[in-house]
């Protein structure tokens, strides 16, 4: 009998050691759960950190430092010393740097002490995760609008300066290829693409950027042209992502084609040709290769249809192999309805048009296209059908909340900012940038 009872103590106590270390599997398990889901929260952050921060500099070695750097930063910040009593531990930073993309690998371990466990004989869970950053290459043509309206208010002027400079930083200028223009009556191409090669001349942009005078009206259908000849004729092997930034403070008022005149030495140059924003007389012919500069006697009248005999049929300022003179009708019914006679309505009318037309062969070609109209000016009716400026750039960028006959959701979804002040423009322009870094990841 006492060998019995004996036995059934040792059982007992088998038995309570059993039912710890099953308690304990469950209490310590669920900090090792605890630890885990916060070291992934932890990685993750250092992934994006490093994503964002390896655009800096202005070569490898420091831009592998900046990222490293940023990832162990938000890792001790998102991983607190000593969480639930575990210890942490970041792996050095894997910085790999393939034509165009760049891929951060993460990794991270923690070790927790448990608790019940310990009766059957383990001190301490590890724990561990991984995560990736993918920055995908880039090519990006940005347009800057320098038209006259831009320095009624001499504030305005400095503001776009500072914002375009800043948003230019954020972006890597060793593996990212980036084109800078700005547009009036015509366009500039400030900074082209060099070829197929990698990188851009931040430094020559923030210089043309801060030399910017503002004068002309608003030729956009001409910036676009520009843009998209830079992404299409100068880059032979595009990158995975492709971009235009658009920015602007009005609706197109103004195109440009080779026009039918009244003189035989303007029949074979592309002009622009001006309507205004609201009703006036046309004035004709601009160059469109210089952003506010009239074409030299007799291809210049301050009344276009003295000049011009009638409108084109079609969009054929530039003839490539990707846009000929017969992609884009001038004398249309759709959108806008744009007659042979040359005054405002169809002046007017066929400025939007085209604008809209050329953002939306961009688009077809899986080209992105981001907008950021400035000023309440954008928001009053203007044109020849009282159109909200807004409106044409919620258009061209193929928003969601865009009109009913603009968005197409096979094409890419873009984003609009309004920038109503000048203390709008940065949050603006960093708005876009974070949208185009999100879509490189």
């Known amino acids: 009998m006492k060998r019995q009872r004996g036995a059934v103590s040792v059982l007992v106590a088998l038995a309570l050691i059993v039912l710890l270390g099953v308690a304990g599997l469950a209490v310590d398990a669920g900090l090792g759960y605890i630890t885990k889901a916060k070291l992934d929260a932890a990685a993750d952050g250092a992934a994006i950190a490093a994503g964002q921060a390896v655009t800096r500099g202005n070569d ?119 084109a800078l223009l700005h547009f009036a009556y015509g366009t500039v191409v400030d900074v082209p693409f060099n070829g197929d090669n990698r990188g851009f001349n931040r430094s020559a942009m923030n210089t043309a950027i801060n030399n910017y005078t503002f004068s002309g009206s608003t030729n956009s259908s001409e910036a676009y042209w520009n843009a998209l000849s830079q992404l299409k004729d100068v880059i032979k092997t595009p990158s995975s992502l492709r971009v235009i930034v658009f920015f602007s403070d009005g609706a197109p008022n103004s195109f440009a084609s080779i026009f039918n005149t009244n003189s035989s030495a303007c029949n074979t140059t592309a002009g622009t040709v001006t309507s205004g924003d609201s009703p006036n007389t046309p004035t004709a012919l601009y160059r469109i290769d210089a952003v506010s500069q009239k074409m030299g006697s007799p291809c210049y009248d301050s009344t276009a249809s003295d000049l011009i005999k009638q409108m084109p049929s079609f969009y054929n300022a530039h003839n490539t192999t990707w846009l000929n003179d017969k992609t884009i009708p001038v004398q249309t019914n759709s959108p806008r309805v744009v007659g042979k006679t040359v005054n405002y309505t169809n002046v007017n009318n066929a400025a939007r048009n085209v604008a809209e037309a050329l953002a939306n062969y961009a688009r077809s070609q899986k080209i992105y296209v981001y907008t950021i109209g400035r000023g309440s000016e954008l928001l009053t009716p203007q044109g020849a059908n009282g159109e909200i400026g807004e409106d044409i750039l919620k258009c061209m960028a193929n928003t969601t909340d865009s009109l009913s006959r603009c968005y197409n959701p096979a094409q890419p979804v873009g984003v609009y900012c309004r920038a109503l002040t000048t203390a709008d423009l940065t949050p603006c322009f960093s708005k876009l940038a974070s949208e185009i870094l999100r879509i490189s990841k």
């Open 60 to 178: 490898q070695a420091t831009q592998t430092t900046n990222a490293k750097n940023a990832a162990k930063a938000f890792f001790a910040a998102n991983y607190p010393a000593g969480f639930l009593n575990s210890t942490a531990t970041l792996t050095d930073p894997s910085v790999t740097f393939d034509q165009g993309t760049v891929t951060i690998d993460i990794a991270a371990q923690a070790q927790v002490p448990v608790t019940l466990m310990k009766v059957l004989g383990f001190n301490a869970l590890n724990v561990s995760t991984t995560a990736q950053s993918v920055r995908r290459d880039l090519d990006m043509a940005v347009i800057i609008d320098t038209t006259g309206s831009m320095a009624v208010d001499p504030k305005v002027p400095p503001a776009v300066q500072s914002a375009a400079t800043t948003f230019l930083q954020q972006f890597d200028p060793i593996t990212d290829r980036v």
